[in-house]
Structure formats: C-alpha cells, structure tokens
C-alpha cells in the first residue's frame, strides 16, 4: 500500500481498514453467533429434514432402510388409530382452546382496576409454574371416581352423579382438557391483563358519554382494541393443545382403550414402543402440516377479525 | 354540547369507573375469591393428603384434615424412590443448562442485533422458523442423533439441546440488545475494544434484568420437563424429577398419600422459584409472551 503512487493513496489506508473491520465482524458474528447455530442445525434444522426423509423409509431403527415412497403416508391414513388420535387431539382443542381463552378473558376483566390484583394473580397463575406430571398425579386423585373429591361432593351436595372420568372413555378427553383449562388459566389470564392495559380508558369513556352500556362498550371498543392479543393466545393455544401428551400418557396411558390417545401418543407409540421409525415419522410429518395449516389458516384469517392500532 | 357539561360527566364517569357500585365489587371479589380457591385447591388437597394415614383417603365424606399427622409418608416416599439422586439430577441439570443457554443465545443475540453482516437477516429468519417446529414432530431424528454420539442414556441427551438451542431465548435477548443506544458501544470502539470486550463488559451487565426473567424461565422449563427425558434416559439413576414421580406413579397406583407427597416434593421448589420470582416472572411473561412450557 504504502508504495502506491497514485493520488488515491491517502484513502487506501482507510479502506483497507474498513475491509478487515468487515472482515473481522464477520469473523465475530460467526463466533457468536456459533454455539446456537450448531445447535439450530444439528437439533432442529437436520432432524427436521431427517424427519421428512425417514418417513420415506421403512426403517425400524436397525440395519437397511428402504425407501418406501409415500406408503407411509398412505398406510397412515388407512389406520384408524391415526383418526383416534386427531379425534382425540381435536376434542382436547375444541374444549380447551376457547373454554381456556373466555375464561382467561372474564377473570382478567374481573381483575383489571381491582384492589388485591397482585395477590390474585399469584393465585391464579400457579398452576402455570406447576409440571405436567406433578399436575397429572394431582388430577388422578382429585378426578378418582370412587374416593375422588369432586365426584364426593358433587354427590353429597349436589346430588349430581359425575362420570369416572379418567376411566370413561367419553370424558377422559373432556377431563384432560378441563385440567388443561385449570393449567393454563393463569398465562391466558396474564397475556390479556396486559393487553387490557393497553386499552385506553379514554376510548371506553367516550363510548360510555356517547350512551353506550357495559356489553357495548365491551363488544364494540374492549373486544376490538383487544383482537390482536386474542390472536396471539389463540394461535399460541391451538398449537399447544395438538401437541397435548404428557398429562394422557401419565394419568391414563392413552386410555381406557384408545380414548386419551393424542397425536403425540400416535407419534410417541409408533416411535418408542413398535420402533417402526419411517411410520412414525410420518405421523409427525402430518402432524406438523397440520400445525402449519391451521397457523397458517389463522394468518390468512386474521384479517378479518383482528384490529390494529395504527 | 354546552362546554360546560363535559368535564362534569367525565367527572362522573370516571368517578363510578373502578368496579362500579361498592356492592359489585363486593360480588366480583367473591366470584374472583372462589376463583381463586379452584385454582389453589389443588395444591392445598395435595399437601393435606400427604399427611393423612392411608385409610384417611378412602374415606366417603372426605376428612379435610389429617388425622393424626403423618410425617412419615414424606421420608417413606423419599425412600421408596431414589428421589435425593432425581433432585441432584433435575438440580445440575437445570443448572448447566440455565447458565449455558444464556451465554450462548445472549452472544448470538448481541450479533443479530449489533454486528452487520453478510446473510444477517437470512439466519434470524430461520431462528424465528424454527421456533414454530413443535420439538415431538423432530424427535424421532433426534432420538437417532443422540443415538450416534453415544449420548443416549446419558445427561448430555439433554444438557446439550437445551444449552446450546433455544430460538426464543435468542430472539427475545435481540429485542432488548437492540433497545441499547449506540452510543454506549462506540465510545468503547473508539477506545479499541474488540467485539467479545464490548459484549462482555457493556451489553452483558445490561442484559442482567432480562437475563434473570428469562433465567427464570428457563429453569422451570429445565426442570419440568417430561417428553425428553422420558425418551432419552432410561437408568433410573438418571432420572429427574417429573421422571422420577411418573415411575412413582406406576409403583404407588392408589397409595395417595404417598403419591401426593412425591408430588409435593417435586412441585416444592417450583414453588418456592415461583414465590420469589413472581413479579420478575409475571413482568416476563407480559412482556414477551413467553412460557416456560
């Protein structure tokens, strides 16, 4: 550089600092950027892909694997257990999903410019904090049909007669999804509070000097400013409940018969206990288009319902 | 409108606002009261069981109070199970992986949000993509991965997803580096610091606050988490917590005095992180959507 005689001489200097500047930036981004990009590739990003492949294969884990092409998929959809299990799944969602989210709306309504929120809140989100095994035990008990507690006072009390729950297999799914209500109240519950923060007091003041009621005022100014909130829970609840396992696989085993076996549980079965790996990933193939379908469906939905400030 | 009348209805207005007359908030404070009973009945039923004697529990109208108090189910349970080794396991465990996702996704966070680069955004966008890949639809694969490294079986299975993946950790820590002013990172370019400087010793002591909500988060996940474990390990010498007590549940089917004691064991210190980080939790959650599920 320094031999250069052109007139351009005294710039050379700073540009060749910029290219190394870039140059080590670069270097630095790699470095920090590293250990989580091993990480995305080798534990989401190959398997993903790997996924996808094997369930072009029949493969059991051991020795060959042949490509199969779409059989798989096609001995998928002529099984029933693959119709249990979305069945099964779509009961717990169609429960859990809007029971969850109205109920999280009304208490957080309740709360919002309520003395004592602080301590309501603690109380109502704990369960959130709570695992799903500890959860699941708890629930066994609380659900027993014999020496259960609500099925006792609902008797005793009420004079209501409750099914045995988790060993009928109409109710096993209402049940589990009834205890992912109770679960998931207080996240729901948090999510819109804060949302409702955000809804100006003056907007529903207005509305109340233009002689609107409290339905209105909630159907036509709190409903609105609240849409994008409600969109984020629900997209976030749906694919929560497709991926519901934990809670059926410790309290009923998928059971009685087949009448708590999810998707996950199609998946986990096929997987871990008949080690048909090319089977199961099929599954889980379906299983994630259907995720991406109904996400999807709810973007494309969105804007219809869902109201932006600008 | 006269001008007049308007701030005199806003004046009413606003007056009546907080919860309307003093006799609905009294029905809404019982109506949240009894909310919040449902809510922590649970856990109240749980602790109380784990004190009766057993034939307490089969007994039709329930006895709500222990009678006498059985201390013993707590060591009996401890014993029937090797729950002290599920604690060290679930405890370490939690612990590496806490410590060592927070340093590598603040350090990928700080490039995301401060270093330009060629394929930037390209690379943050398949973070985000990959935080919608629900982890049961990859786990077959993972399953194989794990077992080609020999890691089956072993606590790295699951040690080393956790601390070295978490695009959500990733791309809440870029939101919050990018809100720090620039001017705080060039004073220190200008003095010649290299990069690793300016992210250890100015972004890093910045990123205290939504490190420890995170933190947080992280370790509730670490340590209830159940579909790994439950496929990676085996050995119940291996096992964490939520393991531990589903075995438990498999052994104990109706014993429910000690069944709730395992479970009080295993929900205790959950609780206890709850109590303290609450509001640092909940401030978390508000702010970022995030669970720690």
Not at chain 1, 210 to 232: H, M, Y
Not at chain 2, 50 to 72: G, H
Not at chain 2, 207 to 231: C, D, E, K, Q, T
């Amino acid at each position: 550089m320094a031999v250069s005689t052109r007139p351009d001489v005294q710039t050379a200097p700073v540009r060749g600092r910029q290219v190394s500047r870039q140059t080590s930036d670069t270097l630095w981004a790699i470095v920090f950027i590293g250990p989580q990009l091993i990480g995305l590739l080798l534990f989401s990003l190959f398997p993903l892909l790997s996924a996808f492949y094997l369930s072009l294969t029949n493969w059991d884990g051991f020795g060959n694997r042949t490509f199969v092409g779409v059989q798989n998929f096609v001995e998928q959809f002529q099984s029933p257990d693959l119709y249990t299990a979305l069945w099964n799944t779509l009961i717990y969602t169609v429960i859990s999903v809007p029971g969850g989210l109205i109920l999280a709306l009304l208490v957080a309504m309740g709360l919002n410019n309520i003395r004592g929120k602080t301590i309501y809140r603690l109380l109502y989100f704990m369960p959130v904090v709570t695992g799903s095994v500890a959860v699941s035990v708890v629930w066994l008990y609380l659900l027993n049909g014999d020496f259960g507690i609500i099925n006792t006072y609902a008797q005793s009390w009420f004079g209501i007669t409750l099914p045995n729950w988790l060993v009928d297999d109409r109710f096993v799914m209402p049940a589990i999804a009834i205890i992912g209500i109770w679960w998931g109240l207080g996240y729901n519950m948090v999510i819109f509070l804060a949302g409702l923060q955000n809804v100006p007091a003056s907007l529903m003041e207005a509305a109340q000097i233009d002689g609107a009621n409290k339905l209105q005022v909630f159907r036509n100014v709190t409903i609105p400013l609240l849409s994008p909130t409600t969109f984020f829970l629900t997209i976030t609840a749906i694919i929560g409940s497709f991926q519901v396992f934990d809670q059926a696989y410790v309290m009923t085993g998928g059971g009685p018969g087949k009448a708590s076996y999810t998707m996950v549980f199609h998946v986990f079965k096929q997987a871990f206990i008949d080690f048909t790996f090319g089977k199961s990933s099929a599954a889980a193939v379906i299983l994630f288009a259907i995720i991406l379908a109904v996400t999807a469906f709810q973007l494309f939905a969105q804007r219809r319902w869902v109201h932006y400030e600008d | 409108m006269a001008s007049t009348a308007v701030p005199v209805t806003t004046r009413r207005d606003t007056g009546r606002k907080p919860g309307g007359s003093l006799g609905q908030t009294i029905i809404l404070h019982i109506v949240l009261i009894i909310g919040a009973i449902i809510m922590v009945f649970p856990f109240i039923w749980m602790i109380l069981t784990s004190f009766k004697d057993i034939s307490q529990t089969f007994v039709i109208p329930p006895k709500w109070i222990p009678d006498p108090w059985v201390w013993e189910n707590y060591p009996n349970s401890l014993q029937a199970l090797p729950f002290g080794r599920a604690y060290f396991n679930s405890f370490y465990i939690s612990v590496i992986v806490v410590g060592v996702s927070l340093l590598t996704a603040s350090m990928a966070a700080y490039a995301f949000a401060k270093i330009t680069f060629r394929g930037r955004e390209v690379l943050f966008l398949l973070f985000l993509a990959t935080m919608m890949v629900p982890y049961q639809v990859t786990i077959i694969p993972l399953f194989l991965i794990m077992k080609q490294l020999g890691w089956v079986d072993t606590h790295l299975s699951i040690i080393v997803p956790g601390a070295l993946f978490n695009a959500f950790a990733v791309f809440m820590l870029r939101q919050f580096i990018r809100g720090i002013p620039k001017e705080m990172e060039e004073a220190a370019t200008i003095d010649g610091c290299s990069r690793w400087r300016i992210y250890w010793q100015i972004i890093l002591p910045l990123l205290v606050p939504a490190m420890s909500a995170l933190g947080i988060f992280l370790f509730l996940g670490s340590w209830n988490s159940f579909f790994y474990p439950l496929i990676f390990l085996n050995n119940p010498e291996l096992f964490t917590v939520p393991l531990m007590l589903n075995q438990f549940r498999g052994q104990y089917t109706v014993d429910w005095t000690l069944l709730m004691a395992g479970s009080a064991i295993a929900v205790i210190p959950v609780l206890i992180v709850y109590l303290i980080g609450q509001r640092k939790i909940i401030e978390g959650i508000t702010l970022t959507g995030l669970t720690g599920r």
